[in-house]
């Protein structure tokens, strides 16, 4: 796949609003309505012109068909059996079986089926271990289910901070702390992908230590489908669940998706049944005992949201074009690499290693500890710089850390087209998506940090 399909063939597929429709006044008249700068896709990905004409076709059959569409659809595409459309390729990104897969429900619906049918506490076995600083519907989840069965989320949770003075988690003391307190932990669960630091955490190495503790290992998936290849059946892992509005550009509140090993198949029935997770043979005859469909599928409960599920074969057409995550990681790479060393060439860049030393000064008269900000506003990337511990973010903090150097510096973006996503108090993360973005919107995006940086003055900061 060359860089100039990518860069514009493929990147054309997409809708990104003007800068005229975001608003950025700062932007010359003439390139008001050339395309922004969109970096936001790990928050919602753009439009995709394949899926608007397939919404549009869905909405055509809608009014010339109605219920009928469910057996008889003039494209094929029989609404009873919609998401057969998109299984095979969830599972191709996830690594797995279609069995294995199922598309249905929502991120935190999906969390708390899972945890429902896999979180099993017991007397000696009954910690939930976590990352600190999960994305807070994860926390709520994880801190509800320790309730429900009876437990002090405060003792039945453990969250896993960085050490002092860091941004994210060692690998290491991921393992380290599994081994140690594997015999009272029921289950690992982190995200794949952190959502505030961009950290791609070790997936497998971390299911295999829990699996050796005999610990329930599963995965939430929302920032990494579509975004880092996985293998999750041959890595292991007992289930995983996920949204698909972020890189598979589905669409805001887009249909989710869930997997459970197949290894699962003839041990766990499901516990909360619905029809649609009954046997299709026999569905429509409505009979009085539920007939799960072995694997993740019988895990479904209701009716497939058609236009949702619709929306999201369009993006997933385009992943299977381009010849679905292998290509997309080598340019995602790419895209990365080429974001990040441009914004460590600006003036203002700290490396990481230096925030605290340089913001931060510690001990003093009385030898009493106190900080002084200095007067220099700056930023450093708190993502890891190792590419095989990240995908396509990087989360910028901004500095001096207790400022409104953010909030000034997302204004300046704004205006200049930049989209960004802000994370209070003190965080933007800039995701250059390989579908739709481009080496130039890297440029640009550096350029116009820079510019804003430029712009702010000793006065404006403090």
Not at 18 to 24: F, K, L, Q, R, T
Not at 110 to 132: D, Q, S, V, W
Not at 357 to 381: E, N, P
Request: with cysteine; hydrophobic share 40%; proline share 6%.
């Amino acid at each position: 796949m060359s860089n100039i399909r990518v860069d514009k063939a493929l990147s054309d597929q997409f809708i990104i609003p003007s800068n005229e429709d975001i608003g950025a006044t700062a932007v010359p008249e003439e390139n008001a309505d050339q395309r922004c700068t969109y970096l936001c896709g790990n928050s919602l990905g753009p439009l995709n012109k394949r899926s608007k004409a397939l919404l549009q076709d869905e909405l055509h059959v809608w009014g010339t068909r109605a219920v009928e569409g469910h057996f008889a659809h003039p494209y094929g595409r029989e609404w009873v059996n919609i998401t057969d459309t998109v299984t095979p390729s969830l599972a191709d990104l996830v690594g797995a079986s279609e069995n294995e897969v199922a598309c249905m429900g929502t991120l935190t619906a999906n969390l708390h089926l899972m945890m429902a049918t896999f979180y099993k506490p017991a007397a000696g076995r009954f910690k939930i271990l976590c990352e600190g600083q999960a994305f807070p519907s994860d926390q709520y989840a994880f801190d509800s289910q320790a309730r429900l069965h009876g437990y002090d989320p405060n003792e039945a949770i453990i969250e896993m901070w960085p050490r002092e003075g860091e941004y994210t988690l060692r690998g290491s003391d991921i393992l380290d702390l599994i081994t140690k307190e594997g015999p009272s932990i029921a289950l690992v669960i982190f995200s794949g992908v952190q959502y505030y630091t961009g950290q791609w955490f070790p997936m497998k190495a971390i299911t295999n230590a829990a699996k050796a503790q005999g610990c329930i290992c599963g995965w939430d998936l929302a920032h990494a489908i579509g975004n880092v290849p996985m293998a999750l059946h041959d890595w292991g892992v007992d289930f995983a669940v996920w949204c698909s509005y972020k890189y598979l550009n589905s669409g805001p509140g887009g249909v989710g998706g869930l997997f459970v090993h197949k290894k699962w198949e003839n041990i766990l029935q499901p516990q909360y049944a619905g029809w649609f997770g009954h046997d299709p043979a026999t569905r429509f005859d409505m009979p009085p005992q539920f007939s799960a469909i072995p694997g993740a599928q019988g895990f479904q409960q209701s009716n497939p949201p058609v236009l949702a599920t619709v929306s999201l074969l369009g993006s997933l057409q385009i992943f299977k074009e381009v010849g679905m995550m292998g290509p997309l990681r080598e340019r995602s790479l790419q895209l990365t690499s080429e974001l990040e060393t441009r914004l460590m060439k600006s003036r203002f860049y700290v490396p990481v290693n230096e925030v605290s030393a340089r913001y931060l000064f510690r001990g003093g008269a009385g030898g009493k500890d106190h900080t002084t900000q200095q007067d220099q506003s700056g930023f450093t990337i708190i993502t890891p710089r190792d590419p095989e511990s990240r995908g396509s973010q990087l989360s910028l903090l901004f500095l001096p850390p207790d400022s409104d150097v953010m909030e000034k510096v997302a204004n300046a973006l704004s205006v200049q087209g930049v989209v960004g996503d802000k994370r209070k108090p003190n965080v933007i993360r800039l995701a250059p998506a390989p579908l739709y973005n481009t080496l130039g919107d890297c440029e640009r995006a550096a350029a116009c940090l820079e510019d804003a940086f430029e712009g702010l003055t000793e006065a404006t900061i403090l």
